[in-house]
């Protein structure tokens, strides 16, 4: 038997609670998976609250373990590339979605959907790190794939208080960047600028529906929010400037017009956590290992035990949890 977060529908309504699990219904759980991981930690992410409160469609399949991500040690494997003891992390291909995900003590996933955790990071700290960190370093890794230099001009980081914003602002700075963060709460400030921030943006200033070109301000930027706030990002983008684009806090719409991208040069570069190659991903998380700081991690981290998950993503959707929550599954 082993704890889960479990969400079940009744009268269209979700409902979250903590039950005991037998292990044989993983294999039933539509995983499917080669390897049985004994979960250390879990994260909250926004996907992870719009599904554990039932105000977006998320999940697909009916009772659901939620959790787009966990890192832990293999318990029994009969993948080739792992054994008992390795420590791993895992993070989307529809964990929490369309399969049983990580926010419980034990977790099935095939083999080709983990990789071995880099050496010098713990589990806990993988999971402080987690899908929003991973994904800032795939933001940071597009821009400069499309040629974003350090020395191009600032980098605009908007959601800077969430967990992308906030391991975006610490990567790009460390790689040099201006980075400018744009947040609605002035009073986080203070921290922006530690986790290296040059300057801060009110987000009432792009929040709002704006011209369609606008001053050329930016020379890139990593976009969390969507809808207006993204196409102000995009208006004032300097010519030839690109945006990453990885998140929809504010919403899914995207009121733009192609003047920046036809007039500037600009390009919208989509970033996808969920479904990226293999490759990419290992070469992301050596990036992490490498670079960030352990201080930096963190310092933008705070944990939970697993019977505080609901209330929590309750307080995560109303914007009043700042930084990356990890779940400690075992408290």
């Not at 050496?119 to 994904?135: K, L, S």
Request: hydrophobic share 45%.
């Amino acid at each position: 038997m082993f704890k889960a977060l479990m969400l079940d529908k009744q009268d269209d309504r979700t409902v979250a609670s903590i039950q005991s699990i037998d292990e044989s219904r993983l294999a039933s759980s539509g995983n499917g998976g080669d390897v049985l991981v004994r979960v250390d930690f879990s994260t909250l992410n926004y996907k992870d609250g719009l599904a554990i409160t039932g105000k977006v469609p998320v999940v697909r399949t009916w009772p659901m373990v939620p959790g787009i991500d966990f890192a832990g040690v293999v318990e029994t494997s009969s993948h080739p590339e792992y054994k008992p003891g390795d420590a791993v992390v895992m993070n989307g291909w529809g964990a929490g979605e369309t399969h049983w995900g990580g926010l419980a003590q034990k977790a099935r996933v095939p083999g080709d959907h983990l990789i071995a955790l880099p050496a010098n990071i713990t589990t806990r700290q993988a999971m402080a790190v987690g899908t929003a960190g991973y994904t800032a370093m795939l933001c940071v890794q597009a821009l400069e794939k499309h040629g974003i230099g350090a020395k191009d001009g600032d980098v605009l980081v908007t959601g800077a208080n969430g967990g992308v914003g906030s391991f975006a602002i610490a990567m790009l700075a460390k790689r040099g960047y201006r980075v400018i963060a744009s947040t609605g709460r002035p009073e986080e400030a203070a921290r922006l600028r530690e986790l290296g921030a040059a300057d801060i943006v009110e987000r009432a200033t792009l929040s709002e529906p704006g011209k369609p070109l606008q001053k050329e301000r930016w020379a890139a930027a990593v976009d969390c929010v969507g809808s207006h706030t993204l196409a102000n990002v995009c208006a004032g983008l300097r010519y030839g400037g690109a945006v990453a684009a990885c998140g929809l806090a504010q919403g899914m719409d995207f009121p733009a017009t192609v003047a920046p991208f036809i007039l500037r040069g600009v390009a919208l570069l989509g970033v996808d956590s969920v479904y990226v190659p293999r490759e990419r991903r290992i070469a992301a998380w050596r990036a992490i290992a490498d670079e960030v700081p352990v201080a930096t991690i963190e310092s933008v981290a705070t944990a939970i035990p697993l019977a505080d998950a609901p209330e929590v993503a309750q307080r995560l959707l109303r914007g009043e949890v700042k930084g990356r929550v990890i779940v400690d599954v075992n408290a």
